[in-house]
């Protein structure tokens, strides 16, 4: 049995009949197109419909604050970087397919680095220029109603405070395990490869 | 028939193959398949022949089964021949189940290479597909196969 060509006879045993018809393939292709990639164009929509939508009330609404303003533009600034991060990242897949398996470990890698630079810095500046538009935003509508705006100020740092310092972290953390989990397996094949190379 | 079809019709079995070789597992090959011809479905507009469309397809499916967390029922060596020891004559799907084994049991990379060698691709073709060069590959078959033999004579001894 340990002979090449039996082993090639072997191989080429197995059974395929169980395969889905190219029908059945095809249907599922039609799922998939709504699916897979749903939530970064979810996310990339949202995101510019609120730009819009900030864009359109800072354009139509006679405020008289700058702090409203700025802390619109703030906002408005802080979905079109999310927007522009999630196109960037699915453009990138997008042009994945046509590669060897070397290239794709370092494409691998280089989304693993991508990912801990966005939780690092790109999601800090999102979320920092979200949160003080946020808080700018609201001045205007507060300053006047010092219960109001103590009792909206004390909710609005409650909240960011619970997403800063309790969700953002677990998130972190979470992805940081998988990442790192992937990243040993990614390495250890890319060691096979590179003894190829130098043996 | 669109050009789709024609070429699932033509690469699924092998495509299928290769995934089995790697996983050995015939469920996950099945959705690696599946997961293979729909990046096929998707990049087939622009796919502009620089390369063979076999090459094209086999880089996809190998990529998709390097990406694949979990390669389920990798048995440890040492369990396998007990399985074996009271089979007094190997069926083709025997035969074909122990090949399956050994194979799972050489490192992800060679699991590849060995695949596509065995399904029939030239070597210069599994160089573009795993990214080495043809005559790194030749040396990487020629090892993978001794490693093989040694399992499967190893099979073979407790038998």
């Known amino acids: 049995m340990n002979n090449l060509d039996n082993l090639k006879a072997i191989w080429h045993t197995a059974k395929t009949d169980n395969l889905p018809t190219s029908k059945e393939v095809m249907r599922l292709i039609g799922k998939f197109r709504s699916q897979k990639l749903r939530n970064k164009w979810l996310v990339i929509i949202l995101s510019l419909l609120l730009f819009a939508v900030i864009v359109a009330v800072l354009y139509i609404v006679p405020f008289k604050m700058a702090t409203t303003y700025a802390g619109g533009a703030m906002m408005a600034l802080s979905s079109l970087l999310l927007a522009a991060t999630n196109f960037r990242s699915l453009k990138r897949f997008n042009q994945l397919e046509d590669c060897s398996n070397l290239d794709f470990l370092a494409f691998i890698e280089q989304t693993r680095k991508n990912q801990i630079f966005y939780y690092k810095r790109t999601m800090v500046t999102i979320i920092s220029l979200c949160a003080v538009g946020w808080l700018l935003y609201l001045y205007e509508v507060t300053y006047q109603h010092p219960l109001w705006c103590i009792g909206i100020y004390s909710a609005a740092a409650i909240y960011l405070a619970v997403m800063w310092f309790i969700v953002r972290p677990r998130a972190f953390k979470r992805d940081t395990e998988k990442l790192n989990a992937t990243r040993e397996r990614f390495e250890n094949i890319l060691k096979q490869l590179k003894s190829y190379e130098t043996s | ?159």
């Open chain 2, 1 to 159: 028939m669109t050009a789709f079809e024609e070429i699932y019709n033509s690469y699924a079995p092998q495509v299928y193959r290769v995934c089995f070789g790697y996983t050995n597992d015939a469920d996950q090959a099945k959705d690696l398949v599946q997961d293979t011809f729909i990046a096929v479905w998707k990049g087939l507009p622009g796919f502009r022949h620089q390369s063979q469309i076999s090459t094209w397809i086999f880089r996809i499916a190998t990529n998709h089964c390097l990406r694949a967390i979990e390669v389920a029922k990798r048995m440890p060596a040492a369990e396998l021949p007990f399985h074996l020891a009271d089979t007094p004559e190997e069926s083709p799907e025997e035969k074909l189940s122990i090949l399956y084994r050994c194979i799972a049991e050489l490192d992800e990379t060679e699991r590849i290479i060995i695949s596509l060698e065995l399904e029939g691709l030239p070597q210069a073709e599994i160089a573009l597909v795993v990214g080495l060069s043809s005559g790194n590959v030749r040396v990487k078959i020629h090892r993978i196969k001794e490693k093989l033999a040694q399992k499967l004579k190893a099979y073979e001894q407790f038998r």
